[in-house]
């Protein structure tokens, strides 16, 4: 671990939310960062790293279709029961259930996420859902947040390891 700033915890969960360092191939398993400033109350515009294992895709959150009848208010901001959402209605993937961290932005990429926004000394939390490709034994690089305009302020977390499974 690494912290210059930022501290950064990456695990792997079961649905339930038990740490787990084994699945089966096709099962959609969690990813949790945990995040905090250590230096300062607020760090505003970090970036934030998290490479997947090989043969570990994420799974996007699809929205239901919202009607969009109503005037002066964005379907991509409503929530399934049709009222206005938080910042999480218009992330292309994340739990806002198991998660207290809402990133400003989500890039989503076939390897990654890295995800933007400010962090402060309160451990905050953001899960998303993967899924397991293929088997065999594959090591997890560790997470990785630096400031966007200050360089100075990182952190680095642990590698890790998960071993998929044939079903």
């Known amino acids: 671990d690494v912290t210059q700033g930022v501290e950064i915890i990456h695990e792997f969960l079961d649905l339930k939310g038990a740490p787990v360092t084994q699945v089966k191939v096709g099962d959609e398993f969690l990813v949790r960062l945990r995040l905090r400033a250590t230096k300062r109350d607020r760090i505003s515009q970090v970036a934030v790293v998290d490479l997947l294992p090989g043969s ?13 009848t109503t005037s002066g208010v964005d379907p991509a901001r409503l929530d399934p029961s049709g009222r206005q959402a938080a910042a999480f209605g218009a992330l292309p993937i994340g739990l806002p259930d198991k998660s207290n961290w809402v990133p400003e932005h989500i890039d989503v990429r076939d390897d990654r996420l890295v ?26 690089p560790p997470a990785f947040a630096e400031g966007l305009y200050d360089r100075k302020v990182s952190g680095m977390g642990a590698a890790g390891k998960i071993e998929i499974v044939k079903p």
């Not at 962090?119 to 899924?131: E, L, P």
Request: avoid cysteine; hydrophobic fraction near 40%.
């Open 56 to 68: 570990v895709e994420s799974v996007l959150e699809i929205r239901p279709p919202a009607d969009s």
């Open 115 to 140: 995800l933007y926004g400010t962090i402060t000394k309160d451990a905050s939390t953001f899960v998303y859902r993967v899924r397991a490709t293929n088997a065999g034994v594959f090591q997890a």
